[in-house]
């Protein structure tokens, strides 16, 4: 089993940057592929960001260019970089592991992000 936790997000101006971690503890298998999602409300959780378990980065189109997806592994940190913040990117920002081997899936409690002036 895997636990996570992120951290990071907050009340930040339309323009004004965040950067989102994702803490992994427990017992680890795997490989993994690391996702973002976020959940704004009244709409569907969607997927904002993806790095493989070889390093191979996808975006939402209404992030590219904004938001940057990295990784320690030796941390077990998955982190979220959120640049030129939009008021439409406020949501419930949540942190994904797949594990591909088990084909489970590991999400923690969520951080909330605002753009707002």
């Known amino acids: 089993q895997v636990q996570l936790v992120e951290s990071g997000g907050g009340l930040v101006q339309p323009g004004g940057s965040l950067r989102l971690s994702c803490a992994a503890s427990?017992?680890?298998?795997?490989?993994?592929?690391k996702s973002w999602y976020r959940q704004a409300p009244g709409k569907q959780r969607e997927l904002v960001a993806t790095?493989?378990?070889?390093?191979?980065?996808n975006y939402a189109d209404s992030v590219k260019g904004r938001f940057t997806i990295t990784r320690d592994n030796a941390k077990k940190r998955v982190d979220l970089q959120m640049n030129s913040l939009k008021p439409e990117d406020t949501a419930v920002y949540y942190c994904?592991?797949?594990?591909?081997?088990?084909?489970?899936?590991?999400w923690g409690q969520g951080t909330q992000v605002t753009v707002s002036s």
């Open positions: 790095i493989s378990s070889g390093g191979t980065t």
């Open positions: 427990g017992t680890f298998f795997g490989p993994y592929d």
């Open positions: 994904n592991w797949r594990d591909l081997a088990r084909a489970n899936h590991y």
